[in-house]
């Protein structure tokens, strides 16, 4: 017998519409979508082949673009603009932060085919790529180079929106803009442009009005672009809300404490902001001192365009509404990794709170969440431990100043602010249990998930190294079990009455009865785990080997002095990862430096060259990931280099007297295992010639497990920067990694 779901559907069938079975299927299609996010997520990665432009050099570009200048007025600027404009393009597509043949790049395209159907030569010559940014913006070269932000797209709320953001930046690039500002600042320094003042004021002011003029005309031939399609043009006022509540997060969701509360883990009043922050976005904002007219003047400019006739026959969605959902609800996804990256922890934590009101049960959202609250936690000051922590454990506040990564919850406006007056208000105690908590509860529902056990290790690992507390400091019954029997948890009671007695009486009394001990109730629930408490003891105890990650929870110890660790300069180490080298050369002619990006660039491959010929000479093993020489296929080189900056980007922003954890170090481990090694290494100069050369150089060890700095050298010196000059460098600093003390 047929299913007698299936049945019925096949009878029904029979009486639906064509309209009917299009809205059947565009359910389906969305609940498909929907189901890919329940339970993990795999951040979106570049595929298929490199295209010739990630293969060449910036040289190499700005040369082919020059040839096609002719006799021009200004060529010499001309010339300059696209060696910098080259250079800088060129960067941007080998930093990783762009991405190739994705499901997003790809929607993007599709959008832009739509815009440039009627213009097949025009659509040829335009690239657009999707960028791993969490800012709220889009951009675009003169040369036909379009990219848009991650960001962006989680914020939009139908396609039309995207094509006309897509059109404005298409006017860019056809119109030449950044040429155009370019040339008009050397106008103004010459005193031959139209808009040139007397002063140095009126001068910086006539270059925002150019480009203010700039944007207006993107304004405006963006949406004459959008009326030669199908799109939506009432759609676009949108677009321009979208700008202006850019800062504030993707949606508008009430924060409830509750979330990480269970029967036992009671968070308390004080912690939950009553009333938040009126949203009070200013579209009239003072524009003289920006590119970009303000959001009030640009909507009164284009307002009067946005009525045509055929409204009704234009759509907001032409490739395809399910895609776009689909794809804004990746973008968001991914944002929850960009704001951990940017080390934006309080976004990280609201938006994958967003998230996971949806997808409950999905285990990236859930260590996003666990991540970014651990990060949170070892930026809070470490509180005076003189008190007795049976005692005192979780009571009152942190008074100490605030810490970097937590914005003045003040400033924030909407549902968004109790998230920041939350984690503000809370101290180190009192978040590493919270977030323990949170974490072992996460591990117990994926017990297969490594990256969560050993985030489970390292709270624990921080309660007993950083806040001195043991399993004993915690209740094991809650305070209405204890009010019920007050002497049973610490009196004998047959032990006479005495004083003692009466001391612990009265502080068992004074105990339960304070608001803020939250704490020392929390793990009520995790403490009848056997799991759990032989975790602790073990940490606690150190009977077995500490978690990796241990070194994130212990107490920062004294940086060495200079002295101290040239007593042990050589490291034994056999084989290292070689990141892209760091160049810049510089011209100095006394009252400005100006970027030389043809000798940049060469020397950066050099320095390359060099490294890996010392690495050779002394024996070394090593494991290149540059990205300076690839061929078509390395798509996995391209990818891991990716990885690389992200890692390397984040650790440099956390400092190294900081505990923050990296965010990839989970992928980070699986690839120490292929690359058989730990140790990644990167250097870098930057020389500035003028009437002394000057090389300043460093080179940095760092140990992918730990997140630490192993080698740390900086060295200053005159003189050409030519090959003899860097193997010198390089072969001093790789031998104090290979060789050994004796």
Not at 62 to 71: T, W, Y
Not at 498 to 503: C, G, P
Not at 663 to 691: C, D, L, P, Q
Not at 714 to 734: C, F, H, P, Q, V
Request: aromatic content about 12%; hydrophobic content about 35%; some cysteine.
């Amino acid at each position: 017998m047929k299913d007698p779901g299936v049945f019925l559907f096949y009878n029904m069938r029979l009486q639906f519409t064509p309209q009917a079975l299009f809205i059947i299927l565009f359910c389906f299609l969305i609940n498909y979508s929907n189901a890919q996010f329940e339970l993990d997520y795999k951040p979106v990665i570049s595929s298929g082949t490199l295209p010739a432009e990630f293969l060449s050099t910036a040289q190499s570009m700005s040369e082919k673009d020059i040839s096609r200048l002719g006799d021009i007025k200004y060529k010499s600027a001309n010339e300059d603009f696209l060696k910098s404009n080259n250079y800088f393009l060129h960067e941007l597509l080998l930093s990783g932060d762009v991405l190739l043949n994705d499901p997003l790049s790809q929607y993007v395209n599709k959008v832009m085919d739509e815009l440039l159907k009627g213009d097949p030569s025009v659509r040829s010559t335009i690239k657009v790529f999707v960028t791993r940014s969490p800012d709220v913006n889009a951009f675009a070269f003169d040369n036909g180079y379009i990219f848009v932000n991650i960001g962006l797209l989680a914020q939009l709320e139908n396609e039309a929106q995207l094509a006309y953001v897509l059109s404005h930046e298409l006017t860019h690039a056809l119109k030449k803009h950044s040429l155009s500002q370019y040339i008009e600042n050397i106008k103004l320094k010459e005193g031959t442009s139209d808009y040139e003042g007397g002063t140095a004021k009126e001068r910086r002011l006539a270059r925002y009005r150019f480009s203010k003029e700039h944007e207006s005309e993107a304004d405006l031939e963006g949406l004459k672009m959008m009326k030669a399609t199908k799109y939506s043009i009432k759609a676009i006022r949108g677009a321009f809300d979208v700008l202006q509540y850019s800062y504030l997060p993707f949606e508008l969701v009430e924060f409830r404490k509750s979330f990480f509360e269970d029967e036992f883990l009671t968070l308390p009043d004080t912690l939950n902001l009553k009333k938040v922050s009126d949203i009070k976005a200013n579209d009239d904002y003072d524009d003289t001192k920006s590119t970009h007219p303000n959001i009030r003047k640009r909507r009164g400019t284009i307002d009067p365009e946005l009525v045509v006739d055929d409204e009704n026959n234009r759509k907001k969605f032409l490739v395809s509404e399910a895609d776009f959902k689909k794809i804004r609800e990746t973008s968001r996804f991914e944002l929850c990794r960009l704001y951990l990256v940017e080390r934006d922890y309080m976004n990280a934590i609201y938006a994958s709170y967003i998230l996971l009101q949806k997808y409950k049960d999905n285990i990236y959202l859930k260590k996003i969440m666990g991540k970014a609250l651990y990060n949170v936690m070892v930026t809070k000051p470490i509180p005076d431990q003189s008190f007795t922590p049976s005692i005192s454990i979780g009571a009152g506040r942190s008074s100490s100043s605030k810490q970097y990564s937590i914005p003045d919850y003040s400033n924030i406006e909407g549902p968004s602010q109790r998230v920041y007056y939350m984690m503000e208000n809370m101290n180190s105690v009192e978040l590493n249990v919270m977030a323990l908590s949170y974490v072992y509860k996460a591990y117990k529902q994926y017990p297969e998930d490594k990256a969560l056990s050993v985030l489970t290790d390292s709270l624990i690992s921080h309660l007993v190294y950083s806040n001195n507390l043991y399993l004993n400091d915690f209740s094991r019954k809650t305070k209405t079990e204890l009010k019920a029997a007050p002497l049973s948890a610490s009196v004998d009671l047959e032990q006479e009455e005495s004083k003692y007695t009466s001391i612990k009486r009265d502080q068992q009394k004074a105990e339960l009865e304070t608001a803020d001990n939250f704490s020392k109730y929390a793990l009520v629930g995790l403490l009848k785990e056997q799991d759990f408490v032989s975790r602790y003891s073990r940490i606690s105890k150190g009977h077995t080997k500490k978690p990796f990650t241990e070194s994130y929870a212990k107490p920062v110890q004294k940086k060495p002095s200079k002295n101290e660790e040239e007593k042990v300069p050589y490291l034994g180490i056999k084989k290292v990862i070689f990141l892209d080298p760091y160049y810049l050369k510089l011209k100095d002619d006394g009252e400005k430096k100006t970027v030389k990006y043809y000798e940049t660039e060469v020397h950066q491959q050099l320095l390359g060259t060099v490294q890996k010929e010392c690495a050779d000479k002394l024996h070394l093993e090593y494991m290149d990931v540059s990205v300076r020489n690839l061929q078509q296929n390395d798509l996995e080189k391209f990818n891991q280099n990716a990885l690389f900056n992200d890692w390397v980007e984040e650790r440099l922003k956390h400092g190294n007297k900081s505990r923050e954890l990296v965010t990839s170090y989970e992928f980070i481990e699986e690839f120490i295992k292929t690359a058989g090694t730990k140790y990644v290494a990167w250097s870098g100069i930057s020389n500035s010639k003028g009437k002394v050369e000057r090389n300043n150089y460093f080179f940095i060890l760092m140990d992918l497990e730990t997140g630490k700095q192993v080698k740390y050298q900086t060295e200053e010196n005159k003189g050409r920067d030519d090959k003899a000059m860097l193997n010198s460098l390089l072969y001093e600093s790789l031998s104090h990694v290979v060789k050994t003390a004796n």
